[in-house]
């Protein structure tokens, strides 16, 4: 704890954290409180076509924004990055507000499904024999994509300003300038490293005595693309026994599913090295009866 003084100056409070008596004894006090005011916004639209004609389909788009004061770290992983669950400064709330870790401005889905219309009792095919009907007809191709766009960063440091800040954040040097895939390599031996996704050179720490000029979520991660394929194949046994066939292939284009970029103020500040998501396939034989 600390003493905002009204010429801006912070001395350390003669309680509980601040008081170096009870520093002497204890290694930290820390509280937290169950308050925080959070804002949602979004447009959310659905194109639908129901089977018929044997293909049906969806896409859906959201467009939206969730702001907060009260980021937290509580699920933070992967593509979101780490945040944090205390204020820089516990005096100056409105400091706070800002995307919520897991803002997206965009988001498109869509799936299909196309009943290829070859084999006994379909459009082309219906008078097919028995072996050339197991092998061409019934068959069915399914298709899922998601895209959408990075999560927000919170660039923190190491406390400049003497209070033992929970939430300390860099400085804010120049706006955040995005790279995107820009390859990174080791300068000592040339090996490729990662992607820099940010320029690190936007931020610096904090002034001593003072607190990061820094917002929450000043620049965002990447985002997300996948396609996932699935091909089906039937074989009718009797009026009411079947074989069902299939084959799944999760980010059928390999596609990396780049994961955050480092966001504390270091020298990987910024830099991706880490992606999950890597190409799945699966098979799998049902006996209906």
């Not at 061409?136 to 300003?161: C, E, K, M, R």
Request: proline letters at 7%.
């Amino acid at each position: 704890m600390f003493q905002l003084h009204a010429d801006g100056t912070i001395t350390p409070s003669p309680f509980l954290s601040g008081n170096p008596t009870l520093r002497s004894e204890l290694a930290e006090i820390s509280g937290t409180a169950a308050i925080g005011n959070m804002r949602y916004d979004a447009l959310q639209a659905t194109l639908q076509k129901r089977f018929s004609h044997s293909f049906e389909g969806q896409v859906a788009y959201t467009y939206s924004k969730c702001m907060t004061d009260s980021i937290g770290y509580f699920g933070s992983a992967g593509q979101a990055a780490p945040a944090s669950a205390y204020w820089q400064n516990l005096y100056n709330r409105r400091a706070e507000w800002g995307p919520c870790y897991y803002d997206v401005t965009h988001v498109v889905s869509g799936y299909a499904v196309y009943e290829i219309p070859i084999g006994r009792n379909k459009r082309w095919g219906k008078n097919l024999n028995p072996p050339v009907n197991a092998v061409i007809g019934n068959w069915q191709v399914g298709s899922i994509v998601q895209l959408h766009g990075g999560f927000p960063l919170t660039i923190f440091a190491d406390d400049a300003s003497g209070t033992n800040s929970r939430g300390s954040r860099a400085n804010c040097l120049a706006p955040p300038h995005v790279f995107g895939r820009k390859p990174a390599f080791n300068p000592s031996n040339g090996q490729f490293i990662g992607f820099q996704w940010f320029d690190p050179g936007s931020y610096g720490p904090a002034v001593p005595g003072t607190f990061g000029t820094c917002g929450v979520g000043t620049v965002r991660g990447p985002g997300l693309r996948t396609w996932d394929l699935s091909v089906q194949k039937g074989f009718p046994l009797s009026e009411s026994k079947r074989l069902e066939f299939r084959a799944e292939f999760f980010n059928v284009t390999n596609t990396p599913i780049l994961n955050s970029p480092y966001t504390s103020l270091n020298f990987n500040l910024g830099l991706v090295n880490t992606s999950q998501g890597e190409r799945n396939i699966q098979f799998a034989l049902k006996f209906y009866y």
